[in-house]
């Protein structure tokens, strides 16, 4: 069945970056678009980034916009989250997710999601 399995989190200190990787198996992973997200204790998760499925089109939260790239590997099955200038504000869970072909900045939008990797910065 459908596998997205996150990894790269981990603990940082604030001003540095981590990239973030989602692999994807069990469905067309060139036919999907893909999404990242995030949520912080007590919040609710919230919209990070999303790419097309050739990566002509990409799209960024507020909160991350000039300061995270995102990117995919369709050979590879794979779709990153390059994160720059890293605050604790970005201290979360991150989610990856896949939906067919329109990448979207909702959640519901989504049908199919990863456990989630962590990503702590440090101030």
């Known amino acids: 069945q459908v596998q997205l399995v996150e990894s790269g989190g981990g603990l940082v200190q604030a001003g540095g970056s981590l990239r973030l990787s989602c692999l994807a198996s069990?469905?067309?992973?060139?036919?999907?678009?893909m999404g990242w997200f995030r949520q912080a204790p007590g919040n609710e998760r919230e919209f990070v980034a999303a790419?097309?499925?050739?990566?002509?089109?990409?799209y960024f939260g507020d909160s991350v916009k000039g300061r995270f790239t995102i990117s995919r590997d369709n050979a590879e099955n794979t779709v990153y989250l390059q994160m720059f200038s890293l605050q604790p504000e970005d201290t979360a869970v991150y989610y990856c997710?896949?939906?067919?072909?329109?990448?979207?900045?909702?959640?519901?939008?989504?049908?199919?999601w990863g456990q989630g990797t962590q990503v702590t910065v440090s101030s």
């Open positions: 069990g469905l067309p992973f060139s036919t999907y678009a």
């Open positions: 997710a896949a939906r067919r072909f329109s990448p979207s900045i909702a959640r519901r939008d989504y049908d199919y």
């Open positions: 790419i097309s499925t050739s990566a002509s089109l990409s």
